[in-house]
T-cell receptor, first 113, second 113 residues
């Protein structure tokens, strides 16, 4: 498969704790994005980090990118029940001249009240 | 601003039939991409249309096709349906195409029996 890998596949934490998810990818990229999906519905864009950036913040979200290791992490601080969802990283990759958005397998995050 | 609209939301078809799914992008977005999501394969890129032209294509058989109209609305067609085509089909629109912030519709849940 050409998809990236996410770690862990599932994560369950208590409300108020921090959640960290990791993503690895396989080829050179222009940028990496994180999306959230609630219960098999559409995806919601969370944050985009460019290949020349190392860290980016948006509210309670912090994303890091290490292009030498082809990996990224998403940190959600002070988690809330509403953060329960699946989280996917996505990279724009070139395969045979065609550009694709390649998603990881996702991390299923459960926030327990 | 209206979001991305996909119709229908749910569909049940019989093996061998064909199906057409519709996607109306956010006004002003010229790029529309389609994705298939299954529990086994995750999110996979089908193709991208930009200004009525297919600009990028994933690794799906020719039974999967699409088109885009002058108003940027897009349709995806699957012919000779197979049981394995049962999936959530998502479309996303964006201003800049692959690798830029994408806005997803709620998806069409296709069940092939």
């Amino acid at each position: 498969s050409q998809q990236g890998e996410e770690d862990p596949q599932a994560l369950s934490i208590q409300e108020g704790e921090n959640a960290t998810m990791n993503c690895s990818y396989k080829t050179s990229i222009n940028n990496l994005q994180w999306y959230r999906q609630n219960s098999g519905r559409g995806l919601v864009h969370l944050i985009l980090i460019r290949s020349n950036e190392r860290e980016k913040h948006s509210g309670r979200l912090r994303v890091t990118l290490d292009t030498s290791k082809k990996s990224s992490s998403l940190l959600i601080t002070a988690s809330r029940a509403a953060d329960t969802a699946s989280y996917f990283c996505a990279t724009d990759e070139l395969f045979g001249g065609a550009q694709k958005l390649v998603f990881g397998q996702g991390t299923r995050l459960t926030i327990n009240p | 601003k209206a979001g991305v609209t996909q119709t229908p939301r749910y569909l049940i078809k019989t093996r061998g039939q064909q199906v057409t799914l519709s996607c109306s992008p956010i006004s002003g977005h010229r790029s529309v991409s389609w994705y298939q999501q299954t529990p086994g394969q995750g999110l996979q890129f089908l193709f991208e249309y930009f200004s009525e032209t297919q600009r990028n294509k994933g690794n799906f058989p020719g039974r999967f096709s699409g088109r885009q109209f002058s108003n940027s609305r897009s349709e995806m067609n699957v012919s000779t349906l197979e049981l394995g085509d049962s999936a959530l089909y998502l479309c996303a629109s964006s201003l800049g195409g692959i690798g830029t912030e994408a806005f997803f519709g709620q998806g069409t849940r296709l069940t092939v029996v």
